[in-house]
């Protein structure tokens, strides 16, 4: 199987299409073979595409904001338009099923069309002194050139949930997304050319050696704006290099949710709810529930029906038809999740279904329950990313939110109570930028997406997207 006819395979710079001295090979999971090999950007390539977004500055903030609008529009209709083309370039790269990459390319459009929308809602105000005296006028510009760096396990949708405000802002961008999934980026970036981008407006470089490669950018003293979507790790590496120049930062990293259970909960609704938290992306996503706790009154019948839920899924390749989970991303991301596994089973978790990997797909894992959890083994402390679901039963409500906001993470928690009040109690204690209650998927282009504590700084999607990408002008007038 190979990539859709035209797939672009070369970095953007400055309105072209370039190639470079080398290549990276990229792996297709489900078969652990070569799918097809990309550009490999060097710093000095990196470092023009700055240049690039530099020089197109001015033009691209000074163009009406309904102009740039009417792109990001038009992004929209060609991304719908060409839905499945883009939904096969993902699984073939990245390994999530046919359905979940259809999905992910609806959510990434439906970012070029709130932000379309946002465009032109950039407001400012005028306020009095208190003096009386004079009048203070707040406006709001572009931040400049934007470096924006994404992980592979949603490609289209976190290249489009900062490239969208962005261009919307009436900023230029260098994108550089992870080099294992770089095909959908650079086919974005080439609808985004045929909606009208102008040269220079949207560069994207993909390179093999991301550290060296961002570090120049952020040092090159043109880039005003980072946006990062990755691991805590490298987005605390990356917090301290843009200390140097004082670049603006928001950083979406990575997740650890809770998936409370109370016993009064409607436990078909919260099998649902957990099968959507756990197994979008086949797990792979920092919303991802990571430790379920359930009381102890709901215990067997959550179990039962979560594992029959599980144990259905078909694993398989993504593209094929009926498969229901693709495999990991990687043969790394393999290992990871089975020691995890393996470890939590040697400190006394029961496995209740899944718990093998598998060489067909070739970087698979199966659908996992583990009962028996204890509530301080290390797997509740790691963010899985895989098809795994770590069960622990709890009695006591006071203790459950001082469990559940016991990790370094704070992104999401899910809560599923029957109860109204109790539910929007728990949640307002919940360390966590965002709560689903009584739902498991909270991602929307009109929410603020982000987290708390070391998931992140600042919030994508919604005007407060927007937001991230301009910086207030304050002018003192006096002309009494
Ligand atoms: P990662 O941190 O390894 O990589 C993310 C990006 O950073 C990639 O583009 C990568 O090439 C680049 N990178 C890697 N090392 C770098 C370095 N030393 N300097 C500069 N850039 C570097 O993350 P990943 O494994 O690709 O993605 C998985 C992580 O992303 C998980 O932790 C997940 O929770 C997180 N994530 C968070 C959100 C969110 O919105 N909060 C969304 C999706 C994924």
């Known amino acids: 199987m190979s990539l859709p006819d035209g797939t672009k395979r070369e970095n953007l710079i400055a309105g072209k299409w370039e190639k470079s001295g080398s290549t990276i090979d990229v792996l297709n999971p489900a078969t652990g073979k070569v799918l097809a090999s990309v550009a490999n950007a060097l710093v000095g390539d990196c470092l023009r595409a700055v240049d690039a977004a530099h020089d197109a500055f001015d033009s691209w903030r000074n163009t009406a904001p309904r102009a740039r609008a009417e792109v990001l529009r038009k992004a929209f209709e060609l991304m719908i338009a060409e839905q499945e083309r883009l939904a096969r370039i993902i699984t073939m790269e990245m390994g999530k099923v046919i359905t979940d990459a259809r999905a992910e390319v609806a959510y990434a459009a439906e970012f070029f069309r709130w932000f379309s929308?946002?465009?032109?809602?950039?407001?400012?105000?005028?306020?009095?002194?208190?003096?009386?005296?004079?009048?203070?006028?707040?406006?709001?510009?572009?931040?400049?050139?934007?470096?924006?760096?994404?992980?592979?396990?949603?490609?289209a949708a976190m290249a489009t949930r900062k490239i969208g405000p962005a261009l919307a802002a009436g900023c230029t961008v260098v994108l550089k997304p992870a080099h294992e999934t770089p095909f959908t980026a650079l086919a974005i970036a080439?609808?985004?050319?045929?909606?009208?981008?102008?040269?220079?407006?949207?560069?994207?470089?993909?390179?093999?050696?991301p550290g060296a490669a961002v570090e120049a950018?952020?040092?090159?003293?043109?880039?005003?704006?980072?946006?990062?979507?990755?691991?805590?790790?490298?987005?605390?590496?990356l917090l301290a290099q843009a200390a140097k120049r004082v670049i603006n930062c928001s950083m979406e990293l990575g997740g650890n949710a809770p998936f409370i259970v109370f016993e009064d909960a409607d436990i078909d609704a919260a099998v649902d709810g957990a099968m959507l938290a756990k197994m979008r992306n086949g797990g792979a996503a920092c919303t991802a529930a990571n430790r379920f706790y359930v009381h102890s009154n709901v215990l067997d019948s959550f179990t039962e029906k979560f594992v029959a839920r599980m144990s259905a899924l078909k694993l398989g390749d993504g593209l094929a038809e009926g498969v229901t989970l693709g495999p990991l991303m990687s043969r790394a991301q393999q290992e990871r999740v089975a020691n995890l596994v393996d470890g939590a089973?040697?400190?006394?978790?029961?496995?209740?279904?899944?718990?093998?990997?598998?060489?067909?797909?070739?970087?698979?894992?199966?659908?996992?329950?583990?009962?028996d959890v204890s509530k301080?083994?290390?797997?509740?402390?790691?963010?899985?990313?895989?098809?795994?679901?770590?069960?622990?039963?709890?009695?006591?409500?006071?203790?459950?939110?001082?469990?559940?906001?016991?990790?370094?993470?704070?992104?999401?928690?899910?809560?599923?109570?029957?109860?109204?009040?109790?539910?929007?109690?728990?949640a307002e204690q919940l360390e966590s930028g965002m709560v689903g209650f009584n739902r498991g998927l909270v991602s929307d282009p009109a929410a603020p997406f982000g987290g708390v504590k070391a998931s992140g700084l600042g919030r994508e999607g919604a005007h407060e997207g927007l937001l991230a990408f301009l910086e207030l002008k304050y002018v003192a007038g006096n002309w009494a």
């Not at 050319?193 to 470089?205: H, Y």
């Not at 950018?217 to 590496?237: A, E």
């Not at 279904?353 to 329950?369: E, H, L, M, S």
């Open 345 to 371: 089973v040697a400190r006394g978790a029961k496995v209740l279904c899944g718990g093998k990997a598998t060489n067909d797909p070739a970087f698979g894992y199966q659908a996992t329950v583990l009962a």
């Open 117 to 155: 929308e946002e465009a032109v809602r950039i407001e400012g105000d005028y306020r009095r002194a208190p003096s009386g005296a004079n009048w203070l006028m707040v406006s709001r510009q572009p931040v400049g050139v934007a470096l924006l760096a994404t992980p592979w396990n949603f490609p």
């Open 376 to 426: 301080r083994d290390p797997i509740t402390d790691e963010e899985i990313f895989g098809p795994v679901a770590p069960i622990i039963s709890f009695d006591d409500h006071d203790d459950i939110v001082a469990e559940a906001n016991r990790v370094e993470h704070g992104l999401v928690s899910y809560v599923y109570s029957g109860n109204a009040a109790r539910a929007l109690r728990v």
């Open 190 to 209: 080439e609808i985004l050319e045929r909606a009208g981008v102008p040269s220079g407006v949207v560069n994207v470089v993909v390179t093999d050696q």
């Open 217 to 237: 950018m952020l040092d090159s003293g043109k880039v005003r704006k980072l946006s990062f979507t990755g691991s805590t790790r490298v987005g605390s590496l």
